[in-house]
Nanobody
Framework: QVQLVESGGGLVQPGGSLRLSCAAS????????MGWYRQAPGKQRELVAA???????NYGDSVKGRFTISRDNAKNTVYLQMNSLKPEDTAVYYC?????????WGQGTQVTVSS
């Protein structure tokens, strides 16, 4: 059973950068489609970025050009590099691993963008 642990969240000023990490254990990492989602208070969880097991990436419209997803299959880790952060990026960020009908979530990491 795959388990996911996110890290790297915190408080950052507008315009700043953060890199989130999601370490996976208990499964064959390179078989999974990996994604980052976020959920702000009072809002639905939304896709931020995804990386398929075939190497394709896609992004939510609000983060295109600012965020980059990458994965290191040797380290069983997926990253989310976030640049030019805005207050509206404030949310709990969750890592997801999925394959066919299987889906598992990490516990989430808080990102707060504020001056």
């Amino acid at each position: 059973q795959v388990q996911l642990v996110e890290s790297g969240g915190g408080l950052v000023q507008p315009g700043g950068s953060l890199r989130l990490s999601c370490a996976a254990s208990g499964g064959i990492f390179n078989m999974y489609n990996m994604g980052w989602y976020r959920q702000a208070p009072g809002k639905q969880r939304e896709l931020v970025a995804a990386s398929t097991n075939g190497g394709t990436t896609n992004y939510g419209d609000s983060v295109k050009g600012r965020f980059t997803i990458s994965r290191d299959n040797a380290k069983n880790t997926v990253y989310l590099q976030m640049n030019s952060l805005k207050p509206e990026d404030t949310a709990v960020y969750y890592c997801n691993a999925a394959r066919w009908t299987f889906s598992v979530w990490g516990q989430g990491t808080q990102v707060t963008v504020s001056s």
